[in-house]
């Protein structure tokens, strides 16, 4: 069958029956599966029993509400080895079930113990709401040893809109810079922009916030979401993140920008983009020292406690140290400019730069003093700002 349409009354010689799967298939088109509220699970307190209170959930279109406290039993625990078991909330499609129940789903006892695995397939599905670690040799269960699912989407998450939709929502919902506030959806929208697939449209949006970089990525490792609240009356406010999905486990914000839309002038188009700084990246080095990234650009480099011994070194009527360098965590933008201040510990003791900063990562400087005194110690503190990128 290539067309597929329902729901419709029968007429006499045309009769119109449906399955529950077909009302099923239906409501999965607004709602993705997880709980609706409660279903917390929790020890009843000396035994092997948890209470799973009262709640709602939905599974491929299926409803399933507990309306009061619900006691599970755990098999006893095994005398050498751990296991964990789910409580899980399964739908069983199967024509002799047909149910949806709160169950245990118990594990496996072992040296190296692991969640058992959820069922998934065209005729059971079922939801984790808790882990329940059975320690070895124990008969009773307490609250440390239940850890709350409810909220881990891959196994379980609260009810929202589906995936196919959010999916739709990152594509074909795409919007220009120049798309007026009045097109969007009325109050908020979002989408997503994938820097690799939608090359094009992302280099747009990034030219008219002014971006002429990608961060020191390619541009296909760039991503940007999108988030507007926005009236009919041509009013708006629209923030774009900009960041890195290319490496999942070094997640970073490269940028974020905002600006509005308001009838308050004849020009009723976007206003100007403002960057909303943000703490990038923090580097630091084992000598104490550390450097902060801002998403502008700026760069803010500290260093403290240093202790220099000895302002010996005459020239004419000063005192001075031999020359120091500090090497910055994080080197600057070669050639950009990099403002230091430097002060000192002690009477009569000054510091000062004593080269440029070229190479974006050496600071040389000396301390001064109007008196010798090799022997007394002088702590430092060196601020330096400029850009990274």
């Not at 009262?54 to 625990?77: K, M, P, Q, R, V």
């Amino acid at each position: 069958m290539v067309e597929v349409y329902r729901f419709f009354n029968s007429t006499e010689g045309d009769e119109r029956l449906y399955e529950a799967d077909d009302f099923g298939q239906f409501f999965q088109n607004f709602l993705s599966n997880g709980f609706f509220m409660g279903l917390g699970v929790s020890p009843e307190g000396g035994n092997m029993d948890v209470i799973v209170s009262e709640g709602s959930a939905f599974i491929e279109g299926y409803d399933y509400a507990n309306t009061d406290d619900l006691t599970l039993t755990h098999d006893s625990a095994d005398a050498q080895y751990d296991r964990i078991d789910r409580i899980v909330i399964r739908l069983d499609r199967r024509q002799e079930e047909r149910t949806i129940h709160a169950a245990i789903l118990k594990g496996t006892a072992e040296g190296d113990v692991e969640a058992p695995e959820l069922t998934r397939d065209d005729y059971i599905w079922e939801l984790s709401i808790a882990q329940v670690l059975i320690e070895a040799g124990k008969s009773f269960i307490e609250d440390s040893q239940i850890t709350d699912e409810r909220g881990d989407r891959d196994v379980c998450g609260r009810v929202e809109r589906p995936a196919k939709i959010n999916d739709q929502v990152h594509s074909v919902d795409i919007k220009r810079p120049t798309t007026r506030a009045y097109q969007y959806h009325h109050e908020a929208s979002a989408f997503y922009i994938h820097g690799d697939n939608q090359s094009e449209i992302f280099q747009e949006w990034l030219d008219s916030i002014g971006i002429d970089h990608y961060y020191g990525r390619d541009l296909s490792d760039l991503r940007m979401y999108v988030e507007t609240y926005a009236s009919q009356t041509d009013t708006g406010i629209q923030t774009v993140t900009i960041f890195d999905w290319a490496h999942q486990q070094n997640y970073q914000i490269y940028g974020k920008f905002n600006r509005a839309s308001n009838r308050l002038g004849a020009d009723l188009t976007w206003g100007s983009w403002h960057e909303e700084v943000l703490e990038a990246e923090r580097v630091e080095s084992s000598a104490g020292s550390y450097c902060i990234r801002y998403t502008n650009g700026q760069q803010v480099c500290y260093h403290s406690g240093r202790s220099i011994t000895g302002v010996s070194n005459s020239v004419g009527a000063l005192y001075r140290t031999q020359a120091q360098n500090w090497v910055v965590p994080s080197p600057f933008l070669e050639g950009s400019g990099v403002y230091v201040s430097i002060t000192t510990t002690g009477n009569n003791r000054w510091a000062a730069v004593t080269g440029g900063t070229s190479d974006g990562e050496t600071i040389p400087y000396r301390v001064f003093s109007a008196e010798s005194d090799p022997s007394v110690n002088t702590d430092i503190r060196i601020k330096a700002e400029g850009r990274w990128r």
